[in-house]
Structure formats: structure tokens, C-alpha cells
């Protein structure tokens, strides 16, 4: 856990409570189309582009494509 989390979002990692429909859809969709993880991992692997949690003072997500071109280089430089 970081030293420092929001109130609003306090990290939980896989005992988080909460779904995310992206998320959801992502990996419904493989496990539809693969059957078994072993399928899948015979030949894919899943990569997080952004693993890094970025929000506002009131833990409202901010995600990249909101970011204006200097924060974009100073996350790239990271």
C-alpha cells in the first residue's frame, strides 16, 4: 500500500470491493472465447499501458487522454 492513499480510495488490491465495466467486459469476453486461462496464456498475456493511479483532490480518475502534453511527458519520463 502507498504511505499516502486518498480516504476516497483507499487501496484494497483483490479484496476490493468494487467492479469495473471495462474490466468486466474484458475479461468476460476472454473467458468466452478461450474457455481456460491456459488457453489463453498459450499465446497472450495482458499488459496494464498506465499502471499508475492518477486522480484529482477529490479522487475523482483522471485518465491519459485528459492529460495535457507536459504531464504526458513528464508520465513518459517516468
Request: with cysteine; net charge positive; hydrophobic share 30%.
Amino acid at each position: 500500500k502507498p504511505k499516502k492513499e486518498h480516504p476516497k480510495r483507499q487501496i484494497h488490491g483483490l479484496s476490493c470491493p468494487r467492479s469495473e465495466v471495462s474490466g468486466q467486459s474484458f475479461w468476460s469476453y476472454l473467458a468466452e472465447t478461450c474457455k481456460t486461462p491456459e488457453k489463453f496464456f498459450q499465446h497472450c498475456y495482458v499488459h496494464n499501458y498506465c499502471p499508475i493511479s492518477m486522480m484529482t483532490a477529490t479522487a475523482k480518475n483522471i485518465t491519459p487522454p485528459e492529460l495535457k502534453a507536459n504531464e504526458k511527458k513528464l508520465l513518459l519520463h517516468l
